[in-house]
């Protein structure tokens, strides 16, 4: 059956870099220059004021997809870790709801920005955005918990054997 994001999961972007008016502690923050395709680069963190009230709502979780919102509009990747960290605005974190699967959600982005399907979506002349209201309208599959983990299995297994084949080994 075919689903919006908005049915299966809640979309919320990340806080506003002010620093005029960013109260609290630094802390370390994602933005979307650490997001790449399929995965984080963790190398190059920013901090920023956070007040202790903020941090549940601007918090990512094991799992949480993170989607660009400009830039490379929908460039995306799945936080994999244990601990959590916070999030600036140009980034939807995604917080799927149960029996869904986010590296199925993750390789469907992916594909539809290979197939140029995300431009229907974005916004801006020079540089692309993708709102919360576009993400939350795009369409997407929604197969079974069991069809999305052979479908991300059998993903990740033609990756592996392309890598082994570049690397030589």
């Not at 918090?59 to 400009?70: F, P, Q, R, S, V």
């Not at 801006?124 to 709102?131: N, Q, R, S, Y």
């Amino acid at each position: 059956m075919w689903c919006r994001l908005e049915d299966i999961a809640q979309s919320d972007l990340g806080k506003t870099l002010d620093k005029a008016k960013n109260k609290g502690t630094y802390r370390p923050y994602l933005r979307s220059v650490n997001i790449r395709w399929g995965s984080i680069d963790l190398n190059d963190l920013n901090q920023m004021k956070f007040e202790d009230e903020e941090i549940p709502r601007y918090t990512i979780k094991k799992d949480d997809l993170l989607i660009c919102e400009g830039g490379e509009a929908g460039r995306c990747a799945v936080w994999a870790y244990k601990n959590s960290i916070l999030y600036q605005n140009a980034i939807h974190r995604i917080r799927f709801h149960k029996l869904i699967h986010p590296y199925f959600y993750l390789y469907a982005i992916w594909l539809y920005n290979d197939i140029n399907l995300l431009d229907k979506f974005t916004k801006g002349v020079t540089i692309k955005h993708l709102t919360k209201s576009a993400l939350n309208n795009i369409p997407f599959p929604l197969p079974p918990m069991n069809e999305q983990i052979k479908i991300v299995d059998l993903i990740e297994n033609l990756f592996s054997i392309l890598k082994s084949i570049i690397d030589g080994s």
